[in-house]
């Protein structure tokens, strides 16, 4: 079992910069992939970035590539999301998840624990 926390979220101003954390519990951390999703209202939920046990891996969704960095520290039980460049139409709850599979996915279901999410506004 892992519980997650995420925190950093806020409202901030397009062009400015935000890092995101998700405290994991337990002492599994290491041995889950991790994932940042968002949903926005009205809208489904949408991968955001994952990466592997190790951190040797990175996946990105395509339009977050090069304004957003997903990253872990395994010796604090913490995954980051460092995003850059925020625009307006980043605005959503930031969730953070944990995947016990080997592989590295993009896809919501496969992930197997979820934090409560941290809000993100950008105002134009």
């Known amino acids: 079992q892992v519980q997650l926390v995420e925190s950093g979220g806020g409202l901030v101003q397009a062009g400015t910069s935000l890092r995101l954390s998700c405290a994991a519990s337990?002492?599994?951390?290491?041995?889950?992939?991790m994932g940042w999703f968002r949903q926005a209202p009205g809208k489904e939920r949408q991968f955001v970035a994952a990466?592997?046990?190790?951190?040797?891996?990175?996946i990105y969704e395509d339009s977050n590539k090069g304004r957003f960095t997903i990253s872990r520290d395994n010796a604090q039980n913490t995954v980051y999301l460092q995003m850059n460049r925020l625009k307006p139409e980043d605005t959503a709850v930031y969730y953070c998840?944990?995947?016990?599979?080997?592989?590295?996915?993009?896809?919501?279901?496969?992930?197997?624990?979820w934090g409560q999410g941290t809000q993100v506004t950008v105002s134009s």
């Open positions: 998840a944990a995947d016990r599979d080997v592989l590295l996915y993009a896809t919501a279901w496969r992930y197997d624990y």
């Open positions: 990466i592997s046990r190790s951190g040797d891996r990175t």
């Open positions: 337990g002492r599994t951390f290491s041995t889950n992939n």
